[in-house]
Each structure stands twice: as C-alpha cells, then as structure tokens.
C-alpha cells in the first residue's frame, strides 16, 4: 500500500482497482501543496504496482474537487519558487496520467475545477451527474487556462467549443459536457457510482496487455501536444507573476467581478 502523507485524498485499493478518494466528506474537496505533490506523482507509482489492473477517482463530498487552495494561490502569486514547483508538478500530473498504462475512470458529481477537472478529464472514461459543474476559471484569476487545457478540451469538444469556455469560464452541466462531448456519459446522481463501478469491474477483468496497449496507442495525440501543453503551463504560470492574477484573486477574495488593466 502506497504511504499518503495528506488530508486531501486517500487511497484504497481491492480487487485490482485502486481508488483515489478526494475528502473530507464535510466539506469542499481542495488539493494544498501537499496534496497537490502527491496527486502529481500517484499516477507513476500505481502503474508501477502490478496488483493495481485499474483506477477509480471519485469524492466522498458534496463535489469532486475544486483544485487548489487560495493559499496555494497566493504562495505562486509570491514567489518564484512556489511558481516553478507548481509547474513541474502540474506537468508531472498531466504526463502521470497520459504514461500510466492503467485505464483510469473518474467519477464527477458537484464541482469539478480547474485542477480537479484536470483529473476528472484526463480519464479515459469520465462518468459525471447531470447536474454536475464543471469549470475552468483559469483566465477569471487573471492566468492562461493552463494545465490540461489546451491539449484535452480541443480534442474533446472542438476547437471553437474549447475556447468558448476557456476564455469566458462559463459553466458546464454534466448533460451539457455529454452532449459536445467532454465526458463520456451523463447519468442520474443515484446511477453514478453504480455505473461506474460496474466500468471498473469490467476494466479490471480485462486484458491489462490489451487495455494499456490500447490506451497507449490512442494516446499519442496527446503525447504529440506535450509541447502545446507546456507552452499553457509556462504562460500560466508566467500569468501568476502579474498584476492580473492579484486582481483575480482579490476579487475572488472579495466576491466581485474583477477589474483587469485595460
């Protein structure tokens, strides 16, 4: 059993599926630094452990994550060196999760933002509730929609779809990010868990030779947009430097619209 050192997230693992569980129950799921370090490497670790055949994402709280915590933010507002931590663990989550041969479901009710989302639309498959939300807010802080952005949405949903929400962080629905085709499938919030649970049972009975060979061949169009990728990351994080990204987060901070420089 791998060691988790955080509050944001355990692991549970039987019957070769290993299951990621964002928490508290309580409340609303965030990575902290911590958390954050340790969701980027996982995915290199359970493709390593050959009793792990599949792997479940899922929350035990009111949504599925909503990224980072505000201070995490501030931390890469202030400092060059959180910023160049951050990077490289965001590329280590987004690459972990393409060059791990284990095919990977996630299961999204609530929310699901920004790095959250990361995970959830990096899955091969992704299960999410009709009335679920999902967003990336990356451009309302004031930074370049990073992460995942640029490589997963364009191929999931469209170039002209992509920027629409990227840009203007409009909110998705689950039945809204089925139709254009972000997630794989809508489902009622009591099927969620069910259905994907039956998903992973099957995934886990499969052929691992057959399943990772298939994952790793379609994923090449990912791979072949690490460069892309990057780029997003750099200017991201190049955003958390400016002036931009204060006023982001002061209006967050203080419940208003923000006010950027013109």
Known sequence: MLNIQNKDFRLEIADGVAEIIFGPAAAMPVTSDVGHAELAGIWRRLDAMPEVRTILVRSESK??????????????????????????????????????????????????????????????????????????????????????????????????KAKYYLMLCETLTGEEAERIGLVTMAVEDGELLEKARDIVARLAAGSPLALSATKRTINHSLRALIPAFEHSLAMEMMGFAGADSREGLAAFKEKRSPSFRG
Not at 67 to 80: A, D, H, S, T
Not at 96 to 101: A, E, L, N, Q
Not at 142 to 151: E, F, L, N, R, Y
């Open 63 to 160: 949504a599925f994550c909503s990224g980072g915590k505000m201070e995490l933010v501030e931390e890469m507002i202030n400092g060059e060196a959180a910023r160049l931590r951050v990077y490289k663990e965001a590329r280590e989550l987004v690459e972990g999760m393409i060059d791990c041969d284990k095919p990977i479901v996630s299961v999204i009710h609530g929310a699901a933002v920004v790095a959250g989302l990361a995970v959830a639309l990096l899955a091969e498959i992704s299960i999410v509730t009709r009335g679920a939300k999902l967003i990336d807010s990356h451009t309302k802080l004031g930074v370049a929609a990073g992460d995942h952005a640029a490589i997963i949405w364009p191929l999931l949903c469209g170039v002209a």
